[in-house]
């Protein structure tokens, strides 16, 4: 036999030995927020998850399906995933809504975190890899205070524990004005005389009688909401992350402040190598709120029409753009999946098609691009992207 010849799944070298050849490897360049993102297994993704207070919305859901779909793609080509989808039950609001319907706060946060639960199981959204709760993370929060104290990022006051947070502001880009209006939004009491500066937030603060509470070298506390989510995903995914991924409206000051809280104590940046801030869904011509009450609940869309219906809603456009949800659009997905399974159904129409799809989703979660060409291929092409998407 001739040196060299192919023999079985290898090729005979000149030892006389079986050489097994390099296993082909596709050429796979992930795209996130118009950037290439090489990653290496495992890619590390935290998902700003839930306030457990009240019902699944549709805006809700378009953060936890994206970042489903997000690691579905990577996944896809042989990327190992991490995800972590922290659950705030420790919250001022949740504590209040507690209040009102007669419930201790961590009664109330396990009954909505149920029901968030039987909304993603639905619509097809695999479980995270970690779910921790911010109540079973308040050492790790005394923790990242402690390290903060100490290396003079944070200062205390009147049982209080405060970051220094004017870099998080110019780390956003943001004016004065605008943070402190953004800040005075999301509670995080500017005006607060106590603060050596109006940006400075929380990692510890004093409870009240109504609050939930655990005792401290500050005293009896709770944690600030931003030091619970840097605490959670430093806990489980250490000090960065591949991918931060919610809604827009958290870009500021939410993941502004947990990004600059971890840089500060581990002294790793940056904390996310890229952000993922899906775009707001608006119904009745505002954003879809719990506070403004236009919502559109999945629990009642998924009465009417399969869960793949609504995760082609969401999907089949561009994820950081925000956009009007009006009921004929759920029509619309709805024929739109039904023609893409019929494209399935059909025998491949040329070579390379499958491989065009996938190239669509890597470029930065091009879902429309991908429906589009496995529309127009059929075959394998439509059958992969309905399998990676989890429409069937």
Known sequence: MTVGTEYSSGVIGRAGRVERPEPRLRSAEF?????ALPVVSPARMY???ITPYDV????????FVWADAAQAVLRSIGVHTVSCRNVT????????????HGRHYDEHAVYQEFLFEQDMAALRVARPTHTPRARHFV????QLAAALLATGHAYQRDGSVYFRGRGAVAAAGLSGDLAVELSAEFGDAPEDPAREDPFDVPVWRPSTDRDPA?????GWGRPGWHAECAAMSMATLGAGVDVLIGGQDLVFPHHAYQAALVQAASGVAPFARRAMHVGAVHYQGRKMAKSTGNLVLISDLLRSCPPAAVRMLLLNRPWGSGWEYHEADLEAASADLEALYVAAGRPNRSAGAAEAVTAALLNDLDVPAAVAVARQEGGDAARGLVSVLALS
């Not at 795209?31 to 950037?35: D, F, I, Q, S, V």
């Not at 655990?214 to 500050?218: E, I, K, L, T």
Request: with cysteine.
């Open 31 to 35: 795209r996130l927020a118009g950037a």
């Open 47 to 49: 998902v700003c998850g």
């Open 56 to 63: 699944t919305h549709l805006g809700h859901a378009a953060t």
């Open 89 to 100: 039950d420790v919250d001022d609001v949740l504590t209040a809504a507690a209040d009102a």
């Open 139 to 142: 050492p790790q929060v005394r």
């Open 214 to 218: 655990w005792p401290s070298p500050w």
